[in-house]
């Protein structure tokens, strides 16, 4: 196998014996297992009591947790230590050896190659339709291999693991999906004269994300901070944000914090720190003269480089109480020209090609399922300790 041999272990490797003698009876492990899954509310605290429970229970020399979407290897356990670049290689391997929609892969070393003696002697990979990660255990004992009933215990921890995750996943969405009907609430209740911005924005930006071909977390990610965009304007003066004639240059300043209070405010909710990149810079400028950074072209994270043509676009086609609404024509005309200047022309290009499904104003009551299913991107991922990471440039702080 590839992986297994053109990897190392640690330096601890060569001089640790085999603890297969030393296995424990599996089920007294996985009643231990039960108890700290049920006592702990923390995915990567899961995960590892889940692999030491595994490397206790097969009897394994090593195990460990391999996350198949970031390529990452977290919570190695058993006496004996392997090296976590190695160990990730060696899984990859492994994991493309399983046929669709095959759970466990069993793996020997071949016998009379001339591996090293620190590669292991058999392995074992478990993984379920319902995570990103797997499951592997090693053995270095030449005369060890995984059998049957290695297999059904290995089966039966990820299922604890799974469904401890299925209840914990329950009831994050259940809060956030609340906290985002309480903050978009908010916001409509703050200037009750644009109710309904910032889930247009949100839509708007989904068409535009899906048009760039953005994977389907990112997608997400674009949605829930459409809906948030606005939160900071909860910290703008009623008289401010509601006077209908021309601002002063002080009140302009105070209306220019309100995605900066928006950062905040998002990065409190831990779920939705991913998004503050968005939330912040959404009023930046392709050539650098936007606020409040003055970001200028690919240092505006995607996120905000896509809100910006939503935002603008809702803005334009929506009556204001200091001008009417403009026409799809005059739209299309304020993008053309802006973009390169205001806006990405990428994102711009991607605006045109869906315009058609923009106008008339997306008006739709309610976030609706695609808060869900954004959500259930989110929490899936940091359940499972392998959230994807945002496109380049798209999970920036404050850019300071």
């Not at 999906?177 to 908010?186: I, M, P, R, Y």
């Not at 106008?359 to 392998?386: C, M, R, W």
Request: proline share 5%; net charge neutral.
């Amino acid at each position: 196998m590839a992986a297994a041999s053109s990897g190392r272990g640690s330096g601890r490797a060569d001089d640790l014996p085999s603890t297969q003698t030393a296995r424990r009876d599996p089920w007294a492990a996985l009643e231990v297992l039960l108890q700290n899954l049920t006592d702990t509310t923390s995915s990567t605290r899961s995960i590892q009591a889940t692999v030491a429970a595994a490397a206790d229970t097969l009897g394994a020399d090593a195990a460990f947790w391999y996350s198949l979407s970031n390529d990452k290897v977290l919570a190695v356990a058993g006496p004996r230590a392997v090296d976590a670049g190695w160990a990730a290689k060696f899984a990859r391997t492994l994991a493309q050896k399983a046929t669709d929609g095959e759970e466990v892969v069993r793996w020997t070393n071949p016998p009379g190659g001339k591996e090293p003696p620190e590669e292991p002697a058999a392995a074992l990979l478990c993984r379920s339709a319902k995570t990103n990660g797997c499951l592997v255990a090693l053995t270095y004992d030449p005369d060890r291999r995984f059998d049957d009933g290695d297999v059904k215990v290995a089966r039966f921890t990820l299922k604890m693991l799974l469904g401890q995750r299925a209840q914990a996943q329950a009831g994050t969405k259940q809060l956030l999906v609340g906290l985002l009907h309480s903050l978009t609430t908010v916001i409509d209740a703050k200037d009750p004269y644009t109710a309904g911005h910032s889930e247009r924005v949100a839509r708007i930006a989904t068409l535009i994300a899906k048009q760039m071909h953005l994977s389907a977390a990112v997608v997400g990610d674009v949605y829930l901070a459409g809906l948030l965009h606005d939160v900071g304007k909860i910290g703008i003066r009623d008289e401010v944000l509601q006077k209908p004639g021309k601002l002063t240059r002080e009140e302009y300043e105070e209306v220019q914090q309100h995605p900066v209070v928006g950062e905040r405010v998002v990065a409190s909710i831990k779920p939705f720190d991913r998004l503050r990149g968005g939330v912040r810079h959404h009023h930046e400028r392709w050539d650098g003269g936007g606020y409040p950074d003055k970001l200028a072209r690919e240092d505006i994270p995607l996120l905000a480089r896509v809100l910006a043509v939503a935002d603008a676009c809702d803005a334009m086609m929506s009556h204001r109480r200091y001008r009417p609404a403009r026409s799809p024509v005059e739209i299309d005309a304020v993008f053309t020209r802006e973009s390169g200047r205001q806006f990405d022309p990428a994102v711009v290009k991607a605006f045109m090609a869906v315009r058609h499904e923009i106008y008339p104003p997306i008006y739709q009551k309610g976030i609706g399922e695609s808060a869900f299913h954004a959500v259930n991107q989110i929490v899936e991922n940091l359940t499972d300790a392998t959230m994807e990471r945002l496109p380049a440039n798209t999970d920036r702080g404050s850019g300071k």
